[in-house]
């Protein structure tokens, strides 16, 4: 028979609030920037991740969006359907593809990144700076990555 899960236990209360958190603001910052400028906060977080020097691989992708290879392969296809995005096909390897940002798919980017950062400070403004680097801090430990900069450094 299943254990019940203890809410109480210090951990899972944070895994909780943490799917909560993100359950409630991930379709609130999809619909301002649907909004704001048509781009789904999808295709916002696959041009983000794709606004770099290097390509990357459509698996890469995958990881770095969470989402599922059908899915990313679906989602890429749309964003290259609309000319924000190009897919080539890896040289080395015939089974992988590389996709990168194209000049249009930067610029709906860069005009999207206010609506979407004005949408994460609004939900977080009740938080201060102190806590905002804490659970920053938190967050990072949590996936093994402890020794970043810490982010009040930068000034």
């Known amino acids: 028979m299943p254990t019940s899960v203890n809410r109480t236990r210090p951990a899972v209360a944070a895994w909780a609030a943490l799917l909560q958190v993100h359950a409630t603001l991930v379709p609130e910052l999809d619909a301002a920037l649907r909004r704001a400028t048509g781009l789904p906060l999808s295709w916002y977080d696959v041009l983000l991740e794709l606004d770099a020097p290097q390509r990357l691989r459509m698996s890469d992708l995958g990881e770095r969006v969470v989402l599922s290879r059908t899915r990313v392969s679906r989602l890429v296809t749309e964003l290259e359907a609309q000319g924000l995005v190009r897919r080539e096909s890896n040289p080395d390897d015939g089974r992988s593809a590389f996709v990168?940002?194209?000049?249009?798919?930067?610029?709906?980017?860069r005009e999207a990144a206010p609506h979407y950062l004005a949408g994460i400070e609004e939900r977080f403004a009740a938080v201060c700076t102190d806590d905002l680097n804490a659970l920053a801090a938190t967050l990072h430990k949590v996936l093994g990555l402890a020794d970043l900069p810490d982010p009040a450094a930068r000034g």
């Open 100 to 109: 990168s940002i194209t000049v249009t798919g930067r610029q709906r980017l």
